[in-house]
């Protein structure tokens, strides 16, 4: 089994930026993809960024709303996984999940990945 825990959420004004954190524990070696998804009140979950083994950077992959202004990646070491976010807009305020799949494709499906956090509240103000 693995674990995800989510950090690094809050409060930030437009044009702001935000890092959030994502640290596994328990049997990380099973999980080979990593994504980050969202979801704001009344919408569905959907997919922000993702990146897969051998964690470079053609491994990546970035919904179109975010491509740009946010980046996906992996301190190896650690096995954290970040997502930095910059230029954040009104539109980018959801609940923020880091979730994990033990195969190696970066997937855009929620249905797709088996391990989840708890999530991590971003708010962008205007």
């Known amino acids: 089994q693995v674990q995800l825990v989510e950090s690094g959420g809050g409060l930030v004004q437009v044009g702001g930026s935000l890092r959030l954190s994502c640290q596994p524990s328990g049997r990380t070696s099973t999980t080979n993809t990593m994504g980050w998804f969202r979801q704001a009140p009344g919408k569905d979950r959907e997919f922000v960024a993702g990146i897969t083994w051998p964690w470079h950077d053609e491994n990546k992959v970035y919904a179109d709303s975010v491509k740009g202004r946010f980046t996906i990646s992996r301190d190896n070491a650690q096995k954290t996984v970040y997502l930095q976010m910059n230029s954040l807009l009104p539109e980018d305020t959801a609940v923020y999940y880091c979730?994990?799949?033990?195969?190696?494709?970066?997937?855009?499906?929620?249905?797709?990945?088996?391990?989840w956090g708890q999530g991590t509240q971003v708010t962008v103000s205007s």
């Open positions: 979730a994990g799949r033990t195969n190696y494709f970066v997937l855009l499906t929620p249905a797709s990945y088996e391990y």
